[in-house]
C-alpha cells in the first residue's frame, strides 16, 4: 500500500523515508570508520591510525567528487575535455610544494622512486591500456568497488592476484635492463626541481588549453578542484606520517600473497617474496602495513560518500563477452603496475609529487597505452 501511495504522496512525505535510510547508512559508515580508527590505533599504533583517517579521506574526496584519473585521460582523448588533467595537474603541485621541500630538510623521508628499466616502459604502457577497459586504475577500481560498482567489484581480486604476481616476477624483468633511480630533489635541489616541475606542469596544462574541445566540461563547478587541493594536502600528510608517499598497488599484492600464503603455498623462495623485509610484511598483520590501511580507509571513504549521497550501488548492464575482458583487464592491472613500480597513484602522482624521474617515464608510457586502450574499449562496445 505504502508504495503505491508514494506518487501521490507530497515530495518531502515520499522521499523522507529514503533520506532517512540514507543518513541511517551514513552514520553505520561513520561509526564504523571511528571504530576502525580505534581499534587499528589500539592494535597497531597511532601511526597506522592516522594512515587510516588519511584513507578515509582519500576515499571520500575521490567518490564524492568523480575525481578519476581514467577518465580525466579518456575524455581528453575523445573529447578534448582537459578539466579532469587540469585537476590532477593541481592535485599533483600540491603535494609537491610540500613534499619536496621536505624530502630535502629530512632525508630519512622516501620519495617514490623508482628505476628506468625495461620494466618501467613495459608495464606503464600495459597499464595505461588496461585501465581503460577496465574503467578505473589502482585508486579508481578501490573508490568504485568502495561505491559498489560490479565491474570493480569483478575486477578488484584479479588486481589483487595480477599485483602480487608480478611482484613475484619483478626480479625477473629487472635483469632485462634498468638504471638506478633518478630523483630529482637530489640531484637539482628542492627549489629547482619545484622550477622545472610546476613549469612542466603549467606548459602541459596551456597545451590542454590550446587544445581543448568545444563541449561543456564532464565537471561542472568547483568540487573538482577541491578535491585535487584535498588529495594534494593528504599526499603530503601520507609522506610525514609514513614516511613514504601515497600509495595503491604494494597492498593489494600484499593482500594476494597473504591468500596464497593461507592457501598452503611457500613463497620463501621467491625472488621478490622470499625476501626478509617481504618475508616480515607475510607474517604480520595486514594493518601493519602502510598502504593497505590507507587502501582499506580508501575503500570505507568511498562507502561513506555513497551512503551520503544515498546511491551506493549503480547499476551496470554489460554484454556477457564484456565482463571477462574487463577481469583479464584487472589483471593486467595488477601485473603492470608492479612491473611499472605503482600505478596513477604511486608512479604518476607521487612519482611526479617527490621529483621520482620515473614518475614522468610512467606518465609518458601510460598515456601512449591509454590511446590504444580507449580504442579497445570503443572495440568493446563500451561507453565513454
Partial sequence: MASALTPFLPHSAATAPRQGLRRFGASV??????AGFAAITWLVGWRQGLLWLIGLGYGVLLAATAFGFTTGWRVWITRRDPKGLWAQ????????????PLL???????????PLSISLLVGAFVFGAAMQVA?????????????????SLAVLPAFVFGSFLGAAQLPAWLALGALPPVNLVHVLGAGWTLAAQLGALALLA???????????????????????????????ANLVVAGQPWGIVYGLGLWGAKIVQ????????????????????????VLADNTSVTDLGLLL?????????GNPSPAVKLPARQWPASILAGLLLGYSSRLAFGCNVGAYFSGIATGSLHGWVWFACAFGGSLLGVRLRHGLGLPD
Fill in 135 to 151: 574503467d578505473g586504475c589502482g585508486s579508481g577500481t578501490l573508490y568504485k568497488a568502495g561505491l559498489g560498482h560490479p565491474v
Fill in 301 to 309: 571513504g568511498a562507502l561513506i560518500a555513497a551512503s551520503w549521497r
Fill in 206 to 236: 596551456a597545451a590542454l588549453w590550446r587544445w581543448r574541445g568545444p563541449g561543456p566540461s564532464r565537471w561542472n563547478g568547483s568540487a573538482v578542484w577541491w578535491a585535487a587541493i584535498g588529495l594534494g594536502l593528504l599526499a603530503a
Fill in 104 to 114: 630535502a630538510a629530512h632525508p630519512e623521508l622516501d620519495g617514490a622512486d623508482g
Fill in 262 to 285: 593461507a592457501l598452503g603455498i611457500d613463497l620463501s623462495h621467491n625472488a621478490f617474496w622470499g625476501l626478509p623485509a617481504q618475508q616480515a610484511q607475510l607474517h604480520a598483520t
Fill in 29 to 34: 559508515c561513520l561509526t564504523a570508520a571511528l
Fill in 89 to 100: 595537474f593541481v592535485g599533483i603541485a600540491v603535494a609537491m610544494l610540500i613534499s619536496v
